[in-house]
């Protein structure tokens, strides 16, 4: 190592950094013959001398996001953003660029636009954590949720929607990933989601002493929830969550139940969208949806039961649709193998199981757009399972590419990202795959034949 400066015999925080990357950088080059290190060398060199270098990837098959592919495609980028994308042949070797071949694919990084980042996912939880809300700080859980932004990031899916955190940990960890300080993918976040006094997200059995304040943000009445929307807006919300309707286990044969008025729901969207925002609902059955959609939701999460009126409904009013499969299908499987679970949460388990397969088929047919969303941080742990979700689609009728479009292109736009696409101007936010998922989509559950950049720069 001798020429470099290393951090233990610096004193100056600023070189030991330059220092350390430096090294990197002369390692990788020095030391390793692949392709990957030579260009990950060079890029870093490039980066520390000022120097704005071009990128080229040439691909066996490239997927575009917007449903297209070509075969022997090749992406040039630059910095973050994409520069030109076309055939291999047509874009050729722009002079100075980096060259990066692969026999496999390269595709868009994906999305997930349902997430809960701030919590663990383990699949006996329930509620909301009422032993880590009494233990833990708002900076413990916004570290912790450092680490699964991370998972997420490296399993392929470089923007993320997450729907509820306690105060603002989210939205402040949506800020340092910005900035810089940490390395995790593009956020949106809706701080706290909104609920009636008592409802989903504000339960009940805490002691009266105990202070949750921050914790939930109940409302009442259309005014409460213009007023809940306007504090979330505040805080740095991206967009809102409302718990319009919710799972009900009580009944046999009806298995949601109302929880806000449409009066509250329509004060709600009212509201943000004279500021500019969209709105998510968490609802179930074909009466909360339809209120939903009706008073001005722009998502449905979750959403099993639809029928054909409030497919309808939904057209008209360019609803979409975020199904939440993932979190359906693993957390039934838990249910049903466990013996302590009672009868009547099986049963809605069993019923919501078989909905969902019949709910995306009428959703599919009608053309409604679909975001892939695992709702994972909720019996799911973040980073393992976002390529399940497109898997479960696939399953459930939509083609490989279809799928992929829900997780790029129909999301981005939903979530108003500028990547989903690899067009020029977008940011380089890709994915080189071992493999073809158009083939096999399962293919991008198995992240070790993942390589993922965020903005041009290589996920480690």
């Known amino acids: 190592m001798a020429g470099f400066l290393l951090p233990e015999s610096c004193d100056n925080p600023i070189r030991r950094r330059v220092s350390w990357r430096l090294a990197t950088a002369y390692i990788v080059v020095q030391y390793t013959i692949s392709g990957w290190a030579v260009w990950l060398g060079s890029l870093l060199i490039g980066e520390l001398a000022g120097i704005s270098m071009k990128h080229l990837i040439r691909a066996k098959t490239l997927i575009d996001g917007s449903g297209g592919s070509i075969e022997h495609g090749a992406l040039l980028f630059e910095s973050d953003r994409i520069l030109a994308v076309g055939r291999a042949a047509d874009i050729g070797v722009p002079e100075g660029a980096e060259v990066t071949d692969t026999d496999g694919t390269l595709m868009p990084g994906m999305f997930d636009a349902h997430v809960h980042l701030r919590s663990p996912g383990t699949a006996d939880e329930t509620g909301m954590h009422k032993w880590e809300i009494a233990r833990m700080s708002y900076a413990d859980m916004a570290l912790r949720a450092v680490y699964y932004a991370q998972q997420t990031l490296r399993s392929g899916f470089t923007s993320v929607r997450d729907l509820a955190a306690p105060g603002g940990t989210i939205i402040d960890l949506r800020k340092a990933i910005d900035a810089g300080y940490v390395v995790g993918p593009r956020i949106k976040a809706c701080g706290m989601g909104l609920s009636v006094t008592g409802g989903h997200m504000d339960e009940g059995g805490w002691a009266d002493q105990v202070s949750i304040a921050n914790m939930t943000a109940p409302c009442n009445g259309a005014d409460g929830f213009r007023q809940g929307v306007r504090e979330q807006l505040k805080r ?75 497919i309808e409904l939904m057209v008209k009013h360019n609803t979409t649709f975020v199904p939440t499969l993932t979190i359906n299908d693993v957390h039934a499987s838990y249910a049903l193998a466990n013996p302590d679970m009672a009868e009547k949460h099986k049963r809605w388990h069993r019923e919501s199981s078989a909905a969902k397969w019949k709910t995306l088929e009428l959703v599919r047919k009608a053309g409604i757009r679909v975001c892939t969303g695992t709702d994972s941080g909720f019996q799911l742990e973040n980073g393992k399972w976002g390529a399940y979700e497109l898997m479960l689609m696939v399953k459930g009728g939509f083609t490989p590419m279809e799928a992929i479009v829900a997780a790029t292109s129909s999301s981005a736009d939903m979530m108003e990202i500028d990547a989903g696409r690899l067009q020029a101007g977008k940011y380089a936010d890709l994915v080189i795959v071992d493999g073809n998922p158009l083939d096999d989509i399962s293919i991008l559950h198995q992240i070790d034949r993942l390589t993922v950049f965020k903005g041009g720069v290589v996920v480690q």
């Not at 009944?251 to 925002?277: L, N, Y």
Request: net charge negative.
């Open 236 to 310: 740095g919300a991206d967009f809102i969550k409302l718990n319009t309707w919710v799972s009900y286990h009580n009944s046999p044969t009806r298995f949601w139940r109302q929880e806000m008025t449409d009066d509250e729901i329509k004060g709600a969207c009212d509201e943000a969208h004279a500021q500019g925002v969209h709105v998510a609902a968490h609802t179930y059955g074909p009466d909360g949806v339809a209120a939903s959609v009706r008073n001005g939701v722009d998502t449905i999460e979750h959403g099993h039961w639809i029928d054909e009126p409030v």
